[in-house]
């Protein structure tokens, strides 16, 4: 998720301008700062060269070259497409996609198939698909697959365009649009048209904004966290704004609270909130859901300790229907993207997250007690440190214990103030993290900064500065880029690594400069706005965008989101996807047996111009997509 179409029709808006408007940042830097940083940003590119990286900045002509054609990957086992700017899903030749599941499809054969003249109810909404599917893991249990969707937020033009003006008449318009958000856990089954959700399977359910689920590490029962609703401080109604995922060694799925935010609102739109939640990009205006008018708990004025109580990493077990999910606040409290679990060489599990904000950290959490198969894990996630990631601009850098020591903060509060205990300790402010992808290969993990247009220009929400260099090379960055680190011994625990970038996106056909890419970019593969990020078991980087689609001006060639397919080795990058108008492409999973890539299309037609996937006048439906070869082999 990216923008805010539907709530400033003349502007295009992300959610982080929205955020900037309600909480004005300090002043801007001044001038000489940003001139002496781009002077040092050249120095350090050349230092990157220099190191061997695959990054080269340089003329358009360079980066179309660098990598030759005997150097390419024989690993993709795909020929490349083009990008366009078609309303529907283009796979490689040889390939296939259809789709499975819809926002609005029923999980029971009691609830109405999706009507496209009511959009639904709240009734039939809370026990059918969510909108906007994102992060989504699909899941072997014996014979059956259970897949598990995010649905991060609702497009309100879209769930509400029924009505006359895109906004909601009535108080069941907000409940549709409430229980349109949280998971969806699903059953799915080959048949004889493809994949498709097993109605009435003993799996199947919605967790909502409304489903109980448990608190649990550090925060828990802190008075930050006591309400009205809820005096013990551990016992949280519902999850929203799920936006990435994860999973853990023992099978269950971790779903990312992001921008919790804009949920919450006031009667008086001016409310002043504390700095802490302002810092969260709270306040009294709220993002027009509208959910304070049918459910107090989101009037930030009367119940503020509410807005504490998400921007946390959520674990649910998927094969028990009847379980409570628990809110994990070892991990952390901050716009979650997703959560990339890996298992140490020591037992000791460690997960790798980004903060999405422009300016804010990149983290990680190291158990303190370790994982054993069949062993008790319910602590795995509650006791432990949180890190926060400073990079040095000569290739090196360190991750930076958030402690009562290191931070001046007790321990609860840095796990609820997450942001707050970064700032402290200096961590290093990114061109917004979205996903983070652990090599299964090799002990080395790449995190998407998918653009940060302040970046050189203006602070952080907690008025950190924003200078270019490292890993965050370009002033106003349009792009984006992937960066990768390798821990100090292949020890994921160690406070040290070495980092490169992977790549810099950029196009080639339109600037000579560090705009134009890294050297692996060209003409033929360019893309903007790297989001998700997936390793397959082969360890090759999957990679979605999630980006500007106007195929104009900086963007011209690019076409609409897409997916690519990227060679750690080798640095190759080739396009695997494109998606359809309007949409963002956003989360992946494969079948066990890999013939089936499952992939999440979400928000098609955010502004109007798609009818994906049913095409004619159909309303645009946020979807899951099953893709398959035609000699029915494995993928990749
Ligand atoms: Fe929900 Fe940062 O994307
Ligand atoms: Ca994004
Ligand atoms: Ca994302």
């Known amino acids: 998720m990216d923008t805010l179409h539907d709530f400033h029709k003349d502007e295009e808006m992300t959610f982080d301008d929205y955020d900037e408007i309600i909480n004005p940042k300090p002043q801007d830097n001044d001038f000489d700062a940003v001139i002496e940083r781009s002077i040092s940003r050249r120095g350090f590119l050349g230092g990157v060269l220099a190191m061997g990286s695959v990054v080269a900045i340089g003329s358009a002509t360079t980066a179309l070259t660098l ?8 690993r993709f086992g795909f020929e490349a497409v083009s990008a366009n700017t078609t309303d529907a899903i283009t796979v490689p030749k040889g390939y296939t996609s259809h789709v499975v ?20 109810t709240p009734e039939t909404q809370a026990r059918a698909v969510g909108d906007n599917n994102d992060g989504m893991s699909v899941f072997a249990d014996g014979d059956r697959d259970i897949m598990v969707l995010n649905n991060e937020y609702t497009n309100r033009s879209i769930i509400w365009g029924n009505n006359p003006d895109g906004k909601p008449a009535s108080d069941a318009d907000i409940a549709k649009g409430k229980a349109a958000h949280g998971l969806t856990v699903a059953e799915v089954k080959q048949g004889a048209n493809g994949w498709e959700i097993v109605k009435d399977s003993p799996v199947n359910r919605r967790v909502t904004p409304d489903t109980p689920i448990d608190i649990t590490g550090p925060a828990a029962g802190h008075n930050l966290l006591k309400t009205a609703a809820d005096p013990t401080g551990t016992k949280a109604l519902g999850t929203w704004n799920n936006c990435g995922n994860g999973e853990t060694p023992w099978g269950t799925y971790l779903a990312c609270e992001e921008n919790f935010n804009g949920y919450f609102s006031a009667e008086n739109e ?12 709270v306040s009294g205006k709220g993002w027009g859901y509208g959910w304070a008018k049918i459910d107090e708990r989101f009037d930030v004025a009367k119940h503020p300790n509410e807005a504490n109580r998400v921007g946390y990493v959520v674990e649910l077990d998927p094969r028990d229907p009847n379980s409570t999910p628990k809110k994990r606040t070892g991990l952390g409290r901050f716009k979650h993207e997703n959560a990339e679990v890996v298992l140490n ?20 959490f190291v158990s303190d007690g370790v994982y054993a198969e069949g062993g008790d894990t319910e602590a795995l996630l509650d006791e432990g440190t949180l890190f926060a990631a400073q990079f040095d601009d000569t290739g090196s850098g360190r991750w930076l ?15 609820i103030h997450s942001r707050q205990a970064a700032s402290k300790v200096g961590a290093t402010t990114m061109d917004r993290p979205e996903w983070v992808a652990a090599n299964p290969l090799k002990a080395e993990i790449y995190c998407a900064l998918t653009n940060n247009k302040n970046r050189g220009l203006k602070p952080n929400a907690g008025g950190d500065n924003t200078p270019v260099g490292g890993p965050n090379p370009r002033e106003a960055n349009n792009y984006g880029q992937i960066v990768r680190w390798r821990p100090a011994n292949g020890d994921h625990a160690s406070p040290s690594f070495t980092w490169d970038l992977f790549v810099m996106a950029g196009n080639p056909t339109v600037h000579s400069d560090a705009y134009a890419g890294s050297a692996n970019i060209n003409a033929g593969n360019m893309f903007n706005s790297p989001d998700g990020l997936i390793f397959d078991s082969k360890g090759l980087l999957w990679i979605q965008t999630d ?8 963007f011209a060639g690019q076409g609409n989101n897409q997916m690519l397919v990227g060679d750690p080795a080798s640095g190759e990058i080739r396009r695997f996807l494109v998606g359809p108008n309007e949409a963002e492409v956003t989360g992946m999973s494969f079948s066990a047996d890999r013939k089936t890539l499952f992939v999440g299309i979400q928000h098609p037609g955010e502004k109007g111009n798609s009818n994906w996937p049913e095409g004619g006048d159909a309303v645009p439906r946020s979807s899951v997509v099953a893709i398959q070869r035609e000699d029915g082999a494995a993928i990749g």
């Open 67 to 74: 990598i030759s054609a005997e150097a390419a990957s024989k």
């Open 101 to 120: 599941s819809r926002w609005g499809d029923p999980l029971f054969s009691d609830v109405a198939e999706f009507d496209p003249a009511t959009r639904g």
């Open 270 to 281: 001016d409310h002043k909130v504390s700095d802490e939640l302002a810092r969260y990009g």
């Open 345 to 364: 060489a020591d037992g000791r599990v460690v997960v790798y997250m980004g903060d999405d904000e422009r300016g804010e950290f990149l983290y990680k």
């Open 401 to 415: 214990a958030l402690t009562p020591e290191t931070t001046g903060m007790t321990k609860p509060e840095i796990h």
């Open 547 to 554: 980006g500007n689609y106007t195929n104009e001006d900086d």
